[in-house]
């Protein structure tokens, strides 16, 4: 591969952000912020563990892995500002279908005002696409896992489950007729929708806990859980489901929509009286957000996310359906 052509094909013409003194081109690149605080992430997707090409066109492994980033500089209550990518290629790759990555990851890129700044392209044996990204906060408003209090109300954003109806669908181990459901389900997993608009909104909030929901919300809430040693009350019953989930799989609904994971919606916990600012904020970046239980101080057998389902209290694990069944 013609390494200098190949940079340039992926170079951005333009910048969006004014923060960036030097994009690609040096031997590292340079930003200045003005008075935030930086945060920064990285996410590594490889081929045969997180993604397939036989679910995944090089598109969508390049717009996921980018989404997949945006998704935690949400969680941190950050504005997506740059990204860096490296690339191990293996040889039947074409440059192509490396294009193609880069296609994915511009896209995304444009819709939340993102600047490429840098990268690495190695072969390997198999591919590897590896994201980082930087994200601005005003200075010590980063959101943390860490700080949710008893009394707080738990919510999420969006609806829960959809990311892995999608994933069976593509692999064959489920089908629907319904064309459309079919399409949105598998959108919602190989094109996550990432939340820092609705995480922006809500910058006024003196205080807010953000997890994204990356591995299933029985993970993320008991990731809450052991930060802010509190005790989670989940109601399943008001757990958001979109229509064509609990239709078309209605016996897997509860535990895709627990464990699932990939749905890169937001969980979060307010004090009560912020509740109408996060509603409003929904509004605003046209999202639903749903109340989905509330917080405690943790009993005296130690810090714990608790499902309340048909009457009944049962201990929610990381991995949640095990309980469930
Ligand atoms: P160096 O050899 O000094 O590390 P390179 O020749 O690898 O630099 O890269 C030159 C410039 O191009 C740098 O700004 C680098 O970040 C950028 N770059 C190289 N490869 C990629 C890539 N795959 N994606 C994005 N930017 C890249
Ligand atoms: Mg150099």
């Not at 897997?252 to 627990?258: G, N, V």
Request: glycine letters at 8%; proline letters at 4%; hydrophobic letters at 40%.
């Amino acid at each position: 591969m013609q390494e200098f052509s190949f940079i340039d094909s992926i170079k951005q013409s333009t910048y969006r952000q004014s923060s960036l003194v030097k994009g690609v081109g040096d031997d590292a690149a340079v930003f200045r912020p003005v008075y935030q605080d930086v945060v920064t992430a990285v996410d590594t997707m490889v081929e045969g563990v997180h993604f397939s090409k036989a679910t995944m066109r090089p598109y969508h492994v390049g717009y996921r892995a980018l989404a997949v980033n945006i998704s935690d500089l949400a969680a941190m209550g950050s504005e997506p500002v740059f990204y860096m990518v490296s690339i191990v290629a293996p040889d039947d790759w074409t440059e192509a279908e490396l294009a193609e990555i880069y296609s994915g990851l511009h896209d995304i890129a444009a819709s939340y005002r993102m600047d490429l700044i840098g990268g690495d392209t190695v072969s390997g044996s198999e591919l590897v696409v590896s994201v980082t990204v930087m994200g601005y906060v005003p200075k010590d408003k980063a959101r943390y896992r860490s700080t949710a209090q008893p009394g707080d109300i738990v919510f999420v954003t969006g609806t829960l489950g959809d990311a892995q109806a999608g994933f069976e669908l593509l692999s064959g181990r489920k089908q629907v007729e319904d064309k459309e459901a079919s399409a949105y389900f598998i959108k919602r997993h190989r094109q996550p929708s990432p939340r820092p608009e609705f995480a922006l909104a809500l910058q006024s909030l003196s205080r807010l806990t953000l997890n994204d929901i990356s591995d299933g919300l029985a993970s993320e809430a008991n990731e809450i859980v052991e930060s802010s040693q509190v005790a989670l009350h989940i109601d399943y019953d008001k757990l958001p489901h979109h229509h064509w989930l609990a239709s078309y799989f209605p016996d897997e609904t509860a535990e895709w929509s627990l464990t699932g994971g990939e749905d890169f919606e937001l969980v979060g916990c307010v004090r009560g009286q912020d509740w109408p600012h996060v509603l409003q904020a929904g509004e605003e970046s046209g999202l639903s957000v749903t109340a989905i239980g509330h917080v405690e101080a943790a009993a005296s057998d130690g810090p714990r996310a608790y499902l309340h389902e048909q009457g009944k209290q049962k201990v929610l694990a990381k991995s949640g359906y095990t309980h469930l069944k």
